[in-house]
């Protein structure tokens, strides 16, 4: 089946500093891509959505400067935490979906645990 | 706008018993649904759909779901538990159109026992 790729998976940094989360789709081409954020146990909040070649659209209450978005291929999205604080840590998940399927060819990767010391 | 609820946070069965995760929508459109587990330290795997054919659907591993317009409901079931069920389990909704984002529920944990 179809494999999205997360990298890192987990990661451990400093207050103030920046870190960047990959998404990868390996043997699809993903026109779009979601980024989710999902607290200890919590749902998965939809943060933005990311179109190759075009900007993201965040969702309300999500601070677009903070969280940079970059979707410059069909499989490949990043996002990067900018000036990461203590409440920044949390679970993020990324999904992509198949550029010829609907929500039937939507997946996920294996997220990335965030922890701001 | 489209929302889930599931019912239960958590639901604890015995090996080789019924399992039922309940589940109620609200969409203003024709909705899709979809049920998603997780294990622990993993991504989302799709369990099943619903997009406006068949109102009972199977997936894989054995579990089913029901669309009941007239109750606004998808409960998740499966007739015998496995160990290896024990996970987080998601009721999404998708309403259809632009992005046709998805509306993930709170999550129920489902525990197996011996």
């Known amino acids: 089946g179809a494999v999205v790729s997360q990298h890192p998976s987990w990661v451990i940094c400093k207050s103030g500093t920046s870190v960047k989360i990959e998404c990868r789709s390996l043997?699809?081409?993903?026109?779009?891509m979601f980024w989710y954020r999902q607290f200890p146990k919590q749902s998965l909040m939809l943060m933005a959505t990311s179109n190759e070649g075009s900007k993201a659209t965040y969702e309300q209450g999500v601070e677009k400067d903070k969280f940079l978005i970059n979707h410059a291929s069909l499989t490949l999205s990043t996002l990067t935490v900018t000036s990461a604080h203590p409440e920044d840590s949390s679970f993020y998940i990324c999904?992509?979906?198949?550029?010829?399927?609907?929500?039937?060819?939507?997946?996920f990767g294996s997220g990335t645990q965030l922890s701001v010391l | 706008a489209q929302s889930v609820t599931q019912l239960d946070s958590h639901v604890s069965v015995s090996e080789g018993t019924p399992v039922l995760l309940r589940c109620n929508y609200s969409?203003?459109?024709?909705?899709?649904l979809f049920w998603y587990v997780q294990h622990p330290n993993k991504g989302l795997q799709l369990l099943l759909k619903?997009?406006?054919?068949?109102?009972l659907v199977k997936g894989i591993n054995g579990f089913e779901a029901e669309f009941k317009k007239s109750e606004t409901s998808f409960h998740l079931t499966k007739p015998s538990a496995h160990m290896s069920d024990a996970a987080e389990y998601f009721c999404v909704v998708s309403d259809n159109t632009g992005f046709q984002k998805l509306v993930f529920g709170t999550g129920t944990r489902l525990l197996v026992s011996p």
């Open positions: 043997d699809f081409q993903a026109t779009t």
């Open positions: 619903y997009t406006s054919a068949a109102t």
């Open positions: 969409s203003s459109y024709s909705p899709s």
């Open positions: 999904s992509a979906r198949d550029r010829y399927g609907a929500n039937e060819k939507l997946f």
